[in-house]
């Protein structure tokens, strides 16, 4: 399957800044990507579908103002949490969709808004 | 809201299979049967899919009753590396969302 890469694979950030993470297929060329978080003790949940060189496609509930994706190529996408607050504190997880849509994940990383 | 239904947690013995359930009892002729697990801090890990018929990769096999309303994934041998929460997912091939519900919890006890 994919080999998918996040970095960072932790950060700690201050309430009102920006924190950029960035999904990397490293042997794969994926043209979808997809954005999931995990709150503590909770299941995966399906943030939004970045597609290369378009705009990303948001799930109900999700501001994407508030959290901006950038597919800009074939292998890295990025997800930009912009002031972020303590309630966005979770594990961010992205994957790359296989040849048979089976979906292959990077090892997520985790926020913490002080 | 989930379309399947698997037992909370499991306890499986080193070295013997564990074999989770998960009930599909809505599932659509177009939509396969996914097994991913995730290992603590860990991203998930696809582990294998079907439609109707049973399979076998170097990980699992998954077995698909014959009406399609359930399923087992079996972990031949397990051992301690195993333990993780395993998601049963059903979906349509051609869709994007994978919805995870809430899994089970296999320990795998020495």
């Known amino acids: 399957g994919a080999v998918v890469s996040q970095h960072p694979s932790r950060v700690i950030c201050k309430s009102g800044t920006s924190v950029k993470i960035e999904c990397r297929s490293l042997d794969f060329q994926a043209t979808t990507m997809f954005w999931y978080r995990q709150f503590p003790k909770q299941s995966l949940m399906l943030m939004a579908t970045s597609n290369e060189g378009s705009k990303a496609t948001y799930e109900q509930g999700v501001e994407k103002d508030k959290f901006l994706i950038n597919h800009a190529s074939l292998t890295l996408s990025t997800l930009t949490v912009t002031s972020a607050h303590p309630e966005d504190s979770s594990f961010y997880i992205c994957s790359v969709a296989g040849g048979y849509n089976e979906q292959f994940f990077g090892p997520g990383t985790r926020l913490t808004v002080l | 809201d989930a379309k399947t239904t698997q037992p909370p947690s499991m306890d499986c013995a080193e070295g013997r299979a564990a074999n989770l359930p998960c009930n599909h009892s809505?599932?659509?002729?177009?939509?396969?049967v996914y097994w991913y697990r995730q290992i603590h801090s860990q991203g998930p890990q696809y582990i294998i899919h079907g439609l109707k018929n049973n399979e076998t990769n170097e990980m699992a096999s998954l077995i698909i009753t014959e009406d399609r309303k359930s399923s087992t994934l079996i972990l031949p041998h397990a051992t301690l590396r195993d333990t993780a929460v395993y998601y049963c997912i059903v979906r349509d091939r051609g869709a994007n969302n994978l919805f995870f519900g809430t899994g089970t919890r296999l320990t795998v006890i020495p």
């Open positions: 809505t599932i659509s002729g177009n939509e396969y």
